[in-house]
Structure formats: C-alpha cells, structure tokens
C-alpha cells in the first residue's frame, strides 16, 4: 500500500511506509499501479508532489516515468560509497544536524535542499545551512549528480567510522524505519545499532565506490 513520507517533519514519515523497508514481508508484494505480483526486487516510483513512494512492476515503471508532466519519478539503483569524501569536523557542525547520522537531498517542490536525520519518531528535518553546503557540494562535486528527489546523500558519522554514500532515497527511509521499529530507551538499546550496523554493512557489499575530493570526481 503506498504511503506519504512527507519530508517536512517527523510526523509526516509514516509508519507503514517505513514498515516495508524495515521487515520481511510474509505475503507477496503487488504493483500499486497495475495490481501485477512482485518480485523480491522491483522498481519504487516516488509520486513528488505527495512525497509517496510506491512499489512497481516493470512496464508500469516504464509506462509512467520519464514523460514531460508525468506524476511519477522512477527512483533508481545507483549506490555508491565516496571514497576520501572531504568533509572536515567544522563543516559538519556549521550543517547542523543533531545527530551523526543524515541525509540530504534536492526537493525540487520546494526548490531547495533538504536535510533529514532518523529519529525514534521518524524523518525529522534539520535547519541547513546552505552557504555550509554549497561549500561541501563543491569540493565533491559527485554530489552535483544526484538526481533531484530520488538520489540522497547518506552520511553515517557514528563513532570514528565517518560513511559517506550517494543512495536511492527509499534507502534512507529504510534506514529511517529499523531506527523507528527497533529504538528504546534514550539510547536505543543494543538491538537497534545491531541493525544500524546490519544496515550499513549490506550497503557496503552493493555499493560500487568512487575517489572523490578536491572538487574532482574519479571514476
């Protein structure tokens, strides 16, 4: 069933959207366009206007995306781990996120970027600033390719493990929801930084990587 997953607050994250992403179905997933059966891996349209991600089969994905004035964006496959991402302690703080974890990316509604942090209550948008960004941006200027809406920039600061990925944007609100379902506690308790870490590690092994720094990109 599709769901809204407005990016404006935390309220707007809704949890049977992040429900999806954060445990195994027990029933076989159906286009929401078409009502054909799914595969385990199937394309995710996001309808922007709504902030609504939806499952999709093949044809409908190509039916429905791409067209001037179309409703639909087809979010893509690309993930990609920035090797030497140049970020300095400094720069992150002036990008005030409360936590060491978040996500950022171009909501071309609104005509700006966004920047999201999980939280036990859902997506919560941080104030950015966007002179910090536009500074990060361009000395990695890998994050001038991400694709408005659909693409994000996930960083994972947790600890002296600094990550750096560039990600489809349902990859975040899957990272959004194993914090919303698995948080306890004022700390979170064990079991959800067991899945955080679960998280990041199948990232890594799907991951192509890219050099980045110095505002050159290194295929």
């Not at 140049?86 to 609104?110: Q, R, V």
């Not at 941080?126 to 990060?136: G, R, V």
Request: proline content about 4%.
């Amino acid at each position: 069933m599709s769901e809204s997953i407005s990016s404006t607050s935390s309220r707007d994250a809704v949890p049977s959207v992040l429900r999806q992403f954060a445990r195994r179905r027990s029933t076989r997933e159906h286009c929401e366009l078409c009502s054909a059966e799914l595969g385990d891996v199937h394309s995710h349209l996001l309808e922007p206007a709504k902030r609504q991600i939806l499952c999709a089969c093949e044809a409908c994905s190509l039916l429905f995306c791409g067209k001037s004035g179309g409703n639909y964006l087809r979010i893509p496959h690309r993930n990609v781990l920035l090797e030497n991402f140049e970020m300095t302690d400094l720069e992150w703080e002036s990008l005030m996120i409360p936590i060491n974890l978040a996500f950022f990316y171009h909501d071309s509604a609104a005509g700006k970027v966004r920047a999201m942090y999980p939280s036990p209550a859902g997506a919560t948008e941080s104030l950015l600033s966007l002179e910090s960004w536009e500074e990060i941006r361009a000395h990695n200027r890998i994050l001038q390719s991400m694709e408005p809406d659909v693409e994000a920039f996930l960083v994972s600061r947790v600890g002296d493990d600094h990550q750096y990925f560039l990600v489809p944007i349902d990859s975040c609100y899957e990272l959004v929801g194993i914090i919303r379902m698995h948080w306890k506690g004022l700390s979170g308790g064990t079991d959800v930084w067991q899945h955080i870490h679960k998280f990041f590690g199948i990232l890594h092994a799907r991951a192509g990587s890219v050099q980045t720094g110095s505002g050159v990109r290194h295929a």
